[in-house]
C-alpha cells in the first residue's frame, strides 16, 4: 500500500504526478498532480491505491473524496493530434507538464511515476512503480484515470460500436474486431501499428 514517506522526507510542497491512457488505441492521455499539503486523513488514506488495482467504483469514490479534500489538484492531457505528432512518450510528458502546470502553486519537488520526468520549473524525481509507494502518486493515478474514462464514455455516445463506454480505447478483442468492421475514427491513434493493420484488414 502506498504511504506518505516519500513526501516527508523530501519537505515542502510535494506533488504526485501520474499519467493514463498511453496503451489505448484511441483518445487522449491524462495526467493529474496531487498536493496534499496538510498531510492525508487517515479516512483518504484508506481509499488511495494505485488506480488500477481497485475497482471503478473504489476509483470514484476515491474521486469525490480527494474533489472534497484539501488536496490541490492540477490536470493535463495530450490530444490525440499531439499523441501523433510527438509520439506517445513525448505526449504523456506533456500532459504531466500541463497537469503540474494547473496546480493552484507550484511545488518545490515533483514526485513522477515512471523513470523519465517531464520538462517542468521545479526539482523532479521519478519513481519507479510510484503509485504503489506514495499517497500523491496514487491520488494523481486516481484522478486521470477517473477523468479519462469519463472522456471516453463520452466519445462512445458519438462514436457507437468501439466499446470505449467499457473498454476506454483499450486494445480488447470487441475493439480489435470494431476496427476490422468499422475502420479507425479521428479520434483513433493512426500512428499505432495495431490502429494502422486493423483499420486497413478486409
Known sequence: MPDFTLELEAGG?????????????????????VIFAAGVPDALAVLLDDSKKLSAGQRQTAYLALRASDARIGVGAASVAEIGRLNILHASLLAMRR?????????????????????????TRCVIGGDARSLSIAAASIVAKVLRDRAMQRLDVRYPGYGWAGNAGYPTAEHREALRRLGATAHHRAGFGTVRLLSLAD
Open 13 to 33: 510542497l510535494v506533488a504526485g504526478v501520474d499519467e493514463v491512457g498511453r496503451g489505448p488505441l484511441a483518445g487522449p492521455v491524462f495526467a493529474a498532480a
Open 99 to 123: 497537469a503540474v502546470l494547473r496546480l493552484p502553486c507550484l511545488p518545490d519537488l515533483a514526485l513522477i511515476d515512471g523513470n523519465r520526468p517531464p520538462d517542468l520549473p521545479c526539482r
